[in-house]
């Protein structure tokens, strides 16, 4: 066979060091990168709105009081302006109320009504660096304002016990009469039913207290052993409720307990870092924004945030707790007044945004105690103050002569001027306690 002599173009051979793969490899580094930064950003995007709908839930859980704000606003020029020296500061009046309908009715008693079966002013210093919370007896003869009331009539002006202010006008009656005895404007306020508390106490985990002797209280719903134990919900309620079975079964006594219970749940908070942890702050705000009614300013989750970064950089040895100096009333045992001039000293103290000492509560006072004391409440010059009365701090009696306990008389007599004591501006130590005290520790 004739060889093919046809002419065949040269042919190269692949090159040996040639990896047709190569090229691939960006390819496929960019696609993953692009699926990765894909992915990124739609966790982004379900997390951002994840959030945003966890801010409007909690943010919505809150019921903001407005009728109460348009009522205060209106009778704005009655109320104390502040002080030059407490710019900065606020102060906050924390209403528990004993509101018996709805889900609070199974505690008894007349559905619709309440009062303010506690009532605490918490002062924050300007500075942030000190807290001072003061418990206002419920029992305490005070003189209430003209209110008005729900059914849009107005009450009377009168001397009647505290308590019955917030039955009457609700929280503004409430501010308007702490106001008027203490001269103390009044920032903020919120209100917590019974329900509200045992849910925020179950929020972080419960509250650790000491009982020095076993308590059974039916009507608190109250059955503890003696000892350190933490307490939930009905169990915490009972015991911030408890009077009759407990102790001399007095309100001041009472009110000890619930400031016993407030510095632990405070010491809780900040040593176990709840502010700090989301998965455990969320059930506490959560239960927080449920729970509460509050003014305008302070119904967001934006504003209660700030609130409890305010107090959790205040240290607990800085957050003081006392009861407004009492004793009973002259005139009904079962009632109390306010002690002079020890309770002007008090809100002179917090109205200028000074600090206040305590020392344990049943130890002797120091002598700057009952400094300008000797006051009394002459013959004939009652407590009673009648509608034109001044909206002065509470101040000394109106009367001559020597009071019989050697403390200054209570509130003047009705229609005068309430005079302040010449050692309104001192301050003297009050008896309470400071948050970071163990009442464990004592027993």
Known sequence: ??????????????????????????????????????????????????????????????????????????????????????????NILLIGSDDRSGTNSSYGGEPGTQRSDTTILLHLAADRKHATAVSLPRDVMVTVPVCEKPDGTRSKAGLMQFNWAFE?????????????????????????DFNGFKTMVNAIGGVEVCVPQAIHDK??????????????????L??????????????????????????????????QGVLLNPARLWPVLDAATSSVKADGGLSSLGALY????????????????LTAPRRPYRYDSDRDEFVQPQTTQLFTALRDDRSVDVRPPGSAPSPSAFAGAGVGVGAGAGVGVGAGASPSPVATGAGAGAGSDGAAGAVGAAGAPAKASPSADA?????????????CAQH
């Not at 951002?48 to 020029?77: M, P, Q, V």
């Not at 009759?244 to 307990?257: A, P, V």
């Open 1 to 90: 066979m004739a060889e093919d002599d046809t002419a065949h173009l040269p042919t190269d051979p692949p090159p040996t060091d040639a990896h047709p793969s190569e090229p691939e490899r960006p390819r496929r580094r960019r696609r993953w990168l692009m699926i990765t930064a894909g992915v990124v950003a739609f966790l982004l995007v379900a997390t951002g709105a994840l959030l945003w709908i966890a801010y409007r839930k909690l943010d919505g859980n809150i019921r903001t009081d407005s009728a109460t704000d348009r009522l205060l606003a209106r009778l704005e020029a009655e109320r104390p302006s502040r002080t030059a020296g407490a710019k900065g500061s606020e």
């Open 168 to 192: 009457m006008g609700g929280a503004a009656c409430s501010i308007r009469t702490v106001e008027q005895l203490s001269g103390i404007r009044i920032d903020h306020y919120v209100i917590l």
């Open 238 to 271: 009972g015991y911030v409720r408890a009077r009759e079975s407990l102790g001399d079964g007095s309100d001041t006594q009472r009110m000890g307990r619930q400031q016993q219970f407030l510095a632990a749940l405070i010491r809780k908070v900040q040593s």
């Open 427 to 439: 301050s003297p130590t009050f008896e309470g306690r400071t948050a970071d005290v163990d009442a």
């Open 306 to 321: 700030d609130l409890t970064q305010d107090l959790r950089d205040i240290p607990s040895a800085d957050v003081v707790l």
């Open 219 to 236: 009507d608190a719903r109250l059955d503890l052993p003696a000892g350190r134990q933490t307490l939930h919900g009905e169990q915490a």
